[in-house]
């Protein structure tokens, strides 16, 4: 298993360094867009859809709302805005779990905590890939 990882690394590895590096606005978050709507598929599946369909149909309104947000940029800080709330709901749920795992078990709450994680996900390296050192910062993220 570790063998199958370490090659699937240094295949997908080359990939992301070019598609950080050679890859500019549009085509950089079509990119980005493709590995969010395959996590958003993944995620799916740990949240509990066995079903093959019910997976890309999440993943597909993933890329529906990653459209939306590229299609409608005054959404930016609303969306980094929601993930900073997220990411403190999400420090309390740890802080006071296991009492609070109750909050977060149904499959249909995991999928909206899915939607707070991929997307701001996705807004923010669109973003950084904008500034001056955007590469390097994204690459800084992701070692």
């Known amino acids: 298993m570790l ?3 370490i090659i699937t690394a240094l295949i997908l590895l080359p990939i992301a360094l070019c598609g950080f590096f050679l890859l500019t606005g549009m085509y950089f978050a079509l990119f980005i ?3 969010v709507v395959l996590g958003a598929w993944e995620w799916a599946r740990l949240a509990g859809f066995a079903a093959q369909s ?5 993943a597909a309104v993933v ?7 590229y299609l409608l940029p005054g959404l930016e800080p609303w969306v980094l805005v929601a993930a900073v709330i997220w990411w403190s709901v999400a420090t309390f749920l740890v802080l006071t779990y296991p009492d609070s795992s ?3 078990a149904s499959a249909a709450c995991k ?8 997307l701001p996900a ?6 950084i890939k904008q500034w001056p050192l955007g590469n390097w910062l994204i690459l800084s993220v992701m070692v």
């Open 3 to 5: 063998k199958q990882r």
């Open 63 to 69: 890329a529906v709302l990653l459209f939306l947000m």
């Open 102 to 104: 109750s909050h977060w």
């Open 122 to 127: 996705w807004q923010g390296l669109v973003l």
């Open 33 to 35: 867009g493709v590995v």
């Open 54 to 58: 019910m997976r890309i149909g999440y």
């Open 111 to 118: 999928l909206v905590i899915g939607l707070l994680i991929l």
